[in-house]
Nanobody, 122 residues
Framework: QVQLVESGGGLVQAGGSLRLVCALS????????IGWYRQAAGKQRELVAR???????NYADSVQGRFTISRDNTQNAVYLQMNSLKAEDTALYFC????????????????WGQGTQVTVSS
C-alpha cells in the first residue's frame, strides 16, 4: 500500500533553514500530486505548498518566497526547502498525496504521512 514518510524536522533558530523530505513507497511518485501541510498547536491544518505530477507548484502566501517544493521522481521523494524561518512556522508538518490535484486543496482522499515536527525559536 502507499506510504508516505516525512523526515528532516527539528529545532532551528529564527532565520535558519531546514529541508523536509517526503518519501513515497508502494507506488510510483511520478503519478502523484504531493502537498506539504502544517498544523500548529491549537490551529487548523493548512496547505503550505503543493507540486503537481507535471512539476507545477503552488504556495501559501505566508511562505511564498521562503519555501520551495521540489520532487525527484527517481528517488520517489518530495522536498520542502524552508528558508528564513519564523517562529510562526512552528508546527507539525505533514506530506500528503493524491493522483488528483484538487484533492490537495480539499484535503480529501489523501494519503498522509505521520508528520515531522518543526520548531523555530525566537
Amino acid at each position: 500500500q502507499v506510504q508516505l514518510v516525512e523526515s528532516g524536522g527539528g529545532l532551528v533558530q529564527a532565520g535558519g533553514s531546514l529541508r523536509l523530505v517526503c518519501a513515497l513507497s508502494g507506488d510510483t511518485l511520478s503519478t502523484y500530486n504531493i502537498g506539504w501541510y502544517r498544523q500548529a498547536a491549537g490551529k487548523q491544518r493548512e496547505l503550505v505548498a503543493r507540486i503537481g505530477s507535471g512539476g507545477g507548484t503552488n504556495y501559501a502566501d505566508s511562505v511564498q518566497g521562503r519555501f520551495t517544493i521540489s520532487r525527484d521522481n527517481t528517488q520517489n521523494a518530495v522536498y520542502l526547502q524552508m528558508n528564513s524561518l519564523k517562529a510562526e512556522d512552528t508546527a507539525l508538518y505533514f506530506c500528503a498525496g493524491s493522483r488528483r490535484w484538487i484533492d490537495l486543496g480539499t484535503m480529501r482522499n489523501l494519503y498522509w504521512g505521520q508528520g515531522t515536527q518543526v520548531t523555530v525559536s525566537s
